[in-house]
Every structure is written in C-alpha cells, then in structure tokens.
C-alpha cells in the first residue's frame, strides 16, 4: 500500500510536469508551411540563436522587412521560399508583401537561447525530481521540484556552466545555492531558480507534527508514542 504522502507527492510531480510543458514556449520545429487561406498576422517564431527556419509561402513575395536585422535575418532565396535565422538574443518584426505590395504575413521572432541540449543533461544529472529550463524574455527559469537543496544547487550550477556560452555573464536569484558572474551588457541573462524542495517540506512536516505531540502530551499528562506506539500501555 502506498502511504498518502508518497501519493500526493507522486501527483505534485506529474501537475507541475505537465503545467511546465504547457508554459514552455513552442520552439520552431524548422519548417512552416503556409495555405492560400491562412491569415497569419504577428505570428510568433521562436528561434534558437544560429538556429533557422524554413517558411513555405502561399504565393510569390516581392519583398520583405526584417524590424531589426540585428537579431534575426530574413532571406528570400526563391519568390515563395523564406528563411528565418536567429542571429542575437532579443526579438524582432517580420514582414512580408507580394509583387502587388498586400501583405501575405507577418511573424513576431523571439530568439531565446536554445535550451534543448540544458534540459537533456539536467534530467540525466538531476535524477531525485524533475527540473526544467526555459527562456522567458532573456532570463533562464528552473522549474520543478527536487529532493533536496543540494540538488538544486546542483541544477543552477550546471545551468549557469552552460549558459556561459550565451551570455557574457550571469546573475542568480530564487532558492538555490550558488551565484552567478558580474558581466554586464544587453545580453546579461538572469537565471531565476523556482525550484521546490519537496524533501525540506516532509522534514518540516514531521518537525510540527513532533512539536505538536509533544504540546498535547504537556497538556494533558499523557505519552503518546507509549499510548498509540510500540509501548505496552498509557504512560503517565
């Protein structure tokens, strides 16, 4: 029989698992292809940095107009073929008009770090609860729950050794342990760590309810662990 805590654990994980997913944001998956019926305005496109995507357009462009070339680039190399490249961190505007000068789309470009090959070595490194990554406008957010505060630390350590590679430096908040580099300028990332301890929560737990058994015993002249325990009898 499985105790009612464990349960209760067991459903915490798979609801926050799932709430995680539902949250992450829908990462291109490099290519999209585009009907003569769709109406696609402000569309968001997530891309990784170096990352590209491959956009089928329902009749030929004439031109295109990328808000800020500096994070993304957009290139027509035929009349209906369109590639997306995320270039630097940050967001940007595409748009897109036929040879009659009417729109045929339009895309809000996200460029976020890609965290793809971050999530897969936290969940091999991190094996007593579930710990997620995601990129929210610039900063890192470790979601999930873990076993204890060193497996936290554990998580935002290798966060923080991975993420060096996107950002000149990095700032730390939340409940983990550990700190983050000094670096400055517009790609700074902050990592905010939202991990629950699920082990600290059973310890404080047991510690109230000890606390209060042994109130109840003071009040009224009783022992209790002799009464409802392993002992022979009421203890007064």
């Known amino acids: 029989m499985i105790a009612p805590a464990r349960i209760d654990a067991a459903l915490l994980a798979a609801v926050l698992a799932a709430a995680t997913l539902l949250a992450a944001p829908a990462w291109a998956q490099g290519y999209l292809q585009l009907s003569a019926g769709d109406e696609v305005r402000n569309r968001p496109i997530y891309l990784g940095v170096d990352k590209s995507m491959v956009i089928e357009l329902p009749r030929a462009a004439?031109?295109?107009l990328v808000s800020n070339p500096?994070?993304?680039?957009?290139v027509l190399r035929t009349s209906r073929r369109l590639y997306l490249i995320g270039v630097k961190l940050g967001q940007a505007n595409v748009f897109l008009f036929d040879t009659a000068g009417e729109e045929i789309a339009s895309f809000d470009i996200y460029v976020e770090a890609d965290l793809t090959a971050l999530n897969q070595l936290l969940a091999e490194a991190i094996t007593d609860g579930y710990v997620r990554a995601d990129a929210m406008n610039g900063n890192?957010?470790?979601r999930g729950q873990v076993a204890s505060a060193s497996s936290s630390a554990r998580a935002q350590e290798i966060t923080v050794g991975m993420l060096q590679g996107f950002s000149a430096g990095t700032e730390t908040e939340g409940g983990?342990?550990?700190?983050g580099g000094g670096g400055g300028g517009s790609e700074e990332k902050r990592l905010v760590n939202l991990l629950t301890i699920t082990g600290?929560?059973?310890v404080a737990l047991k510690v109230t309810i000890a606390e209060v058994e042994r109130e109840v015993s003071k009040q009224l002249g009783i022992n209790l662990t002799a009464a409802f325990g392993d002992g022979d009898g009421f203890g007064f």
């Open 140 to 142: 890192i957010v470790l």
């Open 70 to 74: 500096a994070i993304a680039d957009a």
């Open 200 to 202: 600290e929560e059973q």
């Open 62 to 64: 004439g031109d295109v």
């Open 176 to 179: 983990g342990e550990g700190g």
